[in-house]
């Protein structure tokens, strides 16, 4: 990529930065990979300087705003040093716990990074949504299958009629089923998958809701087409060796909505929970 990275484009205009500045800039050069799970405060008090002075910082490097900054890192640590999805990974002396930490850190930047994308608003409509719907319907392919799966289980336990299929032709009956107030849920990292697309487009001519899962990237047909957009932050680099960090951010806001939703509904269906724990334990051996 052409493009200039965020800590090069820091280092390239450090001599222009006021002192109170610099010294945001030279801890953060210095400790990068601390900075997406940092607030302001703490990067203030760990670069001895004010909060004023972090908020000018980032407008003086172009990305005006703190959030803005932590996006701009996690994009770039994980496709840089701390890359654990190249195919370059294979020329790197990794020992297994090296490369556990690695996949470790990689995860928890991308889901604190997911803070600074997600739009709350966007969020209540969903829930809203949810609240509402008889049947939902999910529906990713790849990577993000997984991730359509863990929800429709989860969904299921809360007595929605909550299904999905890794296969085309099977989605196409039960999407046809859905009506308006029904939910539709698209998960696709690139927000450009031809499948989850033309699914998402047969369930908006149903009139049911559709939701995308998608990366921050308003020039993708999911993300310009969906009712309502759960923005996750674009992690990882569209030819790698597998979902990682972009699937573990999908389950992060799965599993933030299932709670929301359960929060809303659960003294209806506590009892269910617990008649389905005790067949669990029933049929244990």
């Known amino acids: 990529m052409s493009e200039i990275g965020i800590l090069t484009k820091i280092e390239q205009q450090l001599e222009q930065l006021s002192p109170a500045e610099q010294k945001v800039a030279a801890y953060l050069l210095r400790h990068a ?10 990067l203030a008090r760990a670069a001895d300087t004010s909060e004023a002075s972090v908020i000018r910082f980032c407008k003086a490097i172009g ?4 959030p803005g900054l932590k996006l701009a890192l996690v994009r770039e640590l994980a496709m840089a040093d701390m890359n654990i999805n190249d195919f370059s990974i294979i020329d790197k002396p ?12 990689v995860n928890k930047a991308a889901i604190e990074a997911t803070t600074t994308t997600l739009d709350k608003r966007e969020l209540e409509k ?18 993000s299958a997984a991730a359509a799966v863990d929800a429709s289980y989860k969904f299921t336990k809360l007595g929605y009629m909550a299904v999905t299929s890794p296969d085309f032709h099977t989605m196409l009956p039960l999407v046809a089923h859905l009506k308006e107030g029904d939910v539709f849920v698209a998960i696709s990292t690139s927000g450009r998958t031809k499948d989850v697309l033309e699914i998402a487009r047969f369930a908006k001519k149903q009139q049911a809701t559709v939701i995308a899962i998608t990366k921050l990237d308003p020039s993708s047909p999911l993300y310009k087409e969906a009712d309502i957009r759960l923005a996750l932050p674009d992690v990882e680099q569209d030819h790698r060796i597998g979902s990682m960090a972009s699937r573990m951010v999908q389950l992060n806001v799965i599993d933030a909505l299932y709670l929301i939703t359960f929060h809303r509904v659960g003294s209806r269906v506590i009892e269910r929970f617990h008649q389905t724990r005790e067949e669990v334990v029933r049929l244990r051996r």
């Open 33 to 42: 990979e601390l900075i997406p799970t940092m607030t302001t405060k703490e």
């Open 63 to 66: 990305i005006g705003s703190f």
């Open 94 to 105: 990794n020992a297994p716990y090296e490369l556990f930490m690695k996949v470790t850190y």
């Open 126 to 143: 969903a829930a809203e949504a949810m609240m509402k719907a008889e049947k939902v319907v999910f529906y990713g392919v790849g990577g």
